[in-house]
């Protein structure tokens, strides 16, 4: 079995690591009903509605 011959240092392992990883903006989306900016695939918190089906009632 392989077995390094150093320790490696916790700043090249977390260099390495972080090298992977891509942050994404979210993904903001038109509500159909009332037309305010909202994530995708959640419900709309200003009219409550989500695949036009009223989900939450809104006041």
């Given at each position: 079995m392989?077995?390094p011959?150093?320790?490696?240092?916790?700043?090249?392992?977390?260099?390495?690591?972080?090298?992977?990883?891509k942050?994404?903006?979210?993904n903001?989306?038109?509500?159909?009903?009332?037309h305010?900016?909202?994530?995708?695939?959640?419900v709309?918190?200003?009219?409550g509605?989500?695949?036009q089906?009223?989900?939450?009632k809104?006041?």
């Amino acid at each position: 079995m392989a077995v390094p011959k150093r320790k490696i240092s916790k700043a090249r392992r977390d260099k390495r690591r972080a090298s992977n990883v891509k942050m994404t903006a979210p993904n903001v989306i038109e509500c159909p009903q009332c037309h305010e900016p909202v994530l995708s695939h959640r419900v709309c918190k200003s009219c409550g509605y989500y695949k036009q089906k009223e989900v939450l009632k809104v006041d």
